[in-house]
């Protein structure tokens, strides 16, 4: 068959795809335990963010499995689960799941349906807990964003809230990941006095001399929307729909 024949170009091509695929999906496939690994290593990295035991270096396996207990919590009664691995638990999977979910009456996070579980994460000093991290999402203007919140042992006082997923834009919705932004957290208290959830991202800045300065964070500029997605997701996640029950059985039964 002469070089420049057209059934031979077309069986070259042929071939050249052929192989390519072959080593395309092999290497897709035997990647992929690496892939999850590495998944799972940027979760624990972004929970010890929250727990502010991460910086660049961070031995994050040690410290995890050391600081940090992974909990199982049913949302209708607020109780721990024992039966489901915390460690392999998939909450975005299982928001999917009709048989795993509810459909949420009052929407604020604008997620359509929610786990009847979710994981928290305590953070620990020896057998003491230091704070409680609960993961939250609901949507921004382009996105969802995933992160987490993490609480004091008072069960109102904000230590952190980061995002570690979204796809707002960057210099607008995107400055949620700003850590001067992100400090403006810490301190923040959560509820109000009649225990309903208070904090909201304001329009401007805060003004100190407010009454309810306590309960507000800096509205992030020319990102109104954003702004108010974070609002709205905290305020449903701190809901009695949300980790709510949890709460409150720990503020009646204690941490
Ligand atoms: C290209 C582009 C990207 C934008 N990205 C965001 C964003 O990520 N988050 C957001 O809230 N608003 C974003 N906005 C602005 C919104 O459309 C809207 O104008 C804004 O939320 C109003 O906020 P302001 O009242 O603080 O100006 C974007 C606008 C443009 C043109």
């Known amino acids: ?8 170009t077309f ?7 052929v192989v390519c695929s072959v080593i395309v999906s092999t290497a897709a496939v035997s990647l992929r335990p690496i892939q999850e690994t590495n998944k799972l290593l940027d979760m624990k990295k972004n929970i010890l963010s929250a727990a502010s035991l991460y910086e660049e270096g961070t031995d994050i396996e040690a410290v ?13 009664t607020g109780s721990y689960v024992s039966d489901v691995d915390a460690e392999t638990f998939d909450q975005k999977k299982r928001a999917k799941d009709p048989a795993q979910s509810v459909e949420i009456e009052n929407d604020l996070a604008g997620i359509g349906r929610r786990s009847t579980l979710a994981s928290v994460y305590l953070v620990k000093e020896g057998s003491r807990v230091t704070r409680i991290i609960l993961p939250v999402h609901g949507k921004g203007l382009w996105s969802t964003l995933y992160g987490f919140l993490a609480l004091d042992v008072d069960l109102n006082t904000i230590k952190a809230l980061s995002f570690y997923s979204h796809a707002e834009t960057p210099g607008l919705g995107g400055e949620v990941d700003n850590p001067k932004w992100k400090a ?8 109000g006095s009649q225990g309903q959830p208070e904090i909201a991202v304001i329009k401007g800045k805060v003004d100190p001399a407010n009454s309810h300065a306590e309960h507000q ?5 020319g990102a109104t929307i954003t702004s108010r997605g974070v609002s709205n997701l905290l305020a449903y996640w701190l ?4 980790f709510g029950k949890f709460l409150n059985r720990l503020q009646r039964d204690g941490v």
């Open 11 to 17: 069986i070259v091509a042929f071939l050249l795809c």
């Open 64 to 76: 995890y499995r050391e600081s940090i207990e992974a909990k199982i919590v049913d949302l209708s």
């Open 217 to 221: 964070v800096d509205g992030l500029s």
């Open 239 to 242: 809901s009695e729909d949300g």
């Open 184 to 191: 403006l957290w810490d301190g923040k208290k959560a509820f």
């Open 1 to 8: 068959m002469a070089n420049d024949s057209v059934s031979k």
